[in-house]
């Protein structure tokens, strides 16, 4: 069975890793950059804290039947922290992650691309 609080944080990390990288490969843009990386990594520490919520259950769901385009999003959305994304929190982060999954995993399975507030 898919460990979806390990799934999601793991992503989160990583897309923090990301980030800083790309503070160092756009120095215009670093601190915007270094901020949301900064960002991801207190909410990859929030989740880490806070497996087995119910989001977590809601969200488990809504993974299985759909992992590739439940990856998709979560993809979508790590990468919006601090640009797109106003989470702050891991809980606030799993209320916009399972919003956008109820919201663009259609019934054909078809993932509607992610945009702005």
Same mark, same amino acid.
């Given at each position: 069975?898919?460990?979806?609080?390990?799934?999601?944080?793991?992503?989160?990390?990583?897309?923090?890793?990301?980030?800083?990288?790309? &503070?160092?490969? %756009?120095?215009?843009? =670093?601190?915007?950059?270094? #901020?949301?990386?900064?960002? +991801?990594?207190?909410? !990859?520490?929030?989740?880490?804290?806070?497996?087995?919520?119910?989001?977590?259950?809601?969200?488990?769901?809504?993974?299985?039947?759909?992992?590739?385009?439940?990856?998709?999003?979560?993809?979508?959305?790590?990468? &919006?922290?601090? %640009?797109?994304?106003? =989470?702050?929190?891991?809980? #606030?982060?799993?209320?916009? +992650?399972?919003?956008? !999954?109820?919201?663009?995993?259609?019934?054909?399975?078809?993932?509607?691309?992610?945009?702005?507030?």
């Amino acid at each position: 069975m898919l460990d979806i609080n390990t799934l999601i944080a793991d992503e989160v990390e990583s897309t923090a890793h990301w980030r800083y990288m790309k &503070a160092c490969e %756009f120095p215009d843009d =670093a601190d915007r950059n270094s #901020e949301a990386a900064a960002r +991801l990594e207190r909410i !990859a520490a929030d989740l880490r804290k806070a497996e087995g919520s119910q989001l977590h259950w809601r969200l488990q769901g809504l993974a299985g039947k759909n992992p590739e385009g439940f990856g998709e999003i979560l993809s979508q959305l790590t990468r &919006a922290v601090g %640009f797109r994304s106003s =989470a702050e929190t891991g809980t #606030e982060f799993l209320e916009e +992650l399972f919003f956008h !999954a109820e919201s663009w995993l259609e019934q054909d399975g078809v993932v509607v691309p992610f945009s702005a507030k």
